[in-house]
């Protein structure tokens, strides 16, 4: 049996400029960290000759081709997997359309399980690579780079996407202490909605190609508020960096309709009275989770709690995606 575990994330800063899109003219920046929430793969050896799937649904299939999960398919084409005597199984701490990429998660997860199949290591850049062509290039997701590559390679890490498809990955240089406090005090609380991401993605590279001169210079902005949160952590300003957010938040709900919802913003507001300096939903919005900073985690914990929400502890995780067990 193999056993494989993928990070979910937390985006802090330029989210949607690692879209194609967008980086292919201008370069993007993305700061993103790995958080110890996972996504796991097993795949073992069937009794029965066939390629047995089990996610959120189960197939029981005979060829690769007639698999209806489409990243399990280009997957397996892609690795070569093939079966028949094969099972793979599918678990998450926590359920997909919920903004912690858990799509990247997935299909790093999955290439790194089948090549585990062939005996075949691969670099973090190389699984990254492949999950990105499989979901962009392969099957025309309007999704961007930043969930593979943090899935791949974890911890907090900078990502420079050039025009050229090139990706740059540099770890942030950010000291021992403001690493623990800005864990300790981010908060992570989910809005009690999950959704699919696409539609909202779907819009924003639309705008993009066209060059919607309102989305390209958001982007813009947001790039550069990208690189302002990477300073500010870097020279151990948490307080600047809560600021970045809330103004990051502000101007993504300009982005789509859908970003944003009556109950998030009240949401919202109520952190903000409760002691959050900054926060975001988390992903491109819609739903899923309310990422907040605050210096006063014990008030603010009673107040969304109060309104129902419940939290899911952050910790960042340094690994990467693993192979758990190979036997």
């Known amino acids: 049996m193999i056993i494989v575990r993928s990070p979910l994330r937390i985006s802090l800063g ?170 300790d005090n981010l908060l992570l609380f989910f809005t009690g909605t999950s959704r699919s991401a696409s539609e909202i993605l779907r819009h924003q590279d639309t705008l993009s190609k066209e060059d919607s001169g309102d989305m390209l210079d958001n982007l813009h902005y947001t790039k550069e508020l990208g690189l302002k949160s990477r300073d500010a952590l870097q020279g151990g300003d948490l307080r600047r960096f809560a600021e970045l957010m809330a103004t990051h938040w502000e101007h993504k709900k300009l982005r789509s309709p859908g970003i944003s919802s009556g109950p998030i913003n009240q949401l919202y507001e109520l952190a903000r009275a409760h002691g959050a300096l900054g926060g975001k939903v988390v992903g491109a919005g819609g739903g899923g989770f309310l990422m907040l900073y605050t210096e006063d985690k014990t008030r603010l914990r009673r107040a969304m709690r109060g309104a129902g929400l419940r939290e899911v502890r952050l910790q960042f995780d340094f690994g990467g995606t693993t192979v758990m067990a190979h036997s």
């Open 14 to 183: 330029g989210g949607g400029t690692d879209l194609p899109s967008y980086y292919r003219k201008y370069g993007g920046f993305v700061l993103s960290a790995a958080i110890t929430r996972y996504v796991y793969i097993t795949v073992s050896e069937a009794f029965w000759p066939q390629i047995r799937l089990k996610y959120s649904k189960m197939e029981e299939v005979e060829t690769v081709d007639q698999i209806r999960h489409p990243i399990i398919r280009e997957a397996m084409r892609l690795t070569g997997v093939s079966g028949p005597y094969l099972e793979i199984v599918s678990l998450s701490d926590i359920p997909a359309g919920t903004g912690l990429g858990s799509s990247g998660s997935f299909t790093t997860a999955l290439l790194s399980a089948l090549h585990a199949v062939n005996r075949k290591y691969v670099s973090p850049r190389e699984l990254a690579e492949q999950a990105c062509h499989i979901e962009i290039d392969v099957l025309k997701e309007p999704v961007g780079k930043q969930d593979q590559y943090i899935a791949a390679f974890g911890g907090v890490t900078c990502f420079e996407f050039a025009q050229d498809d090139k990706v740059q990955v540099k770890p942030l240089s950010i000291s021992g202490e403001t690493l623990a406090n800005l864990e």
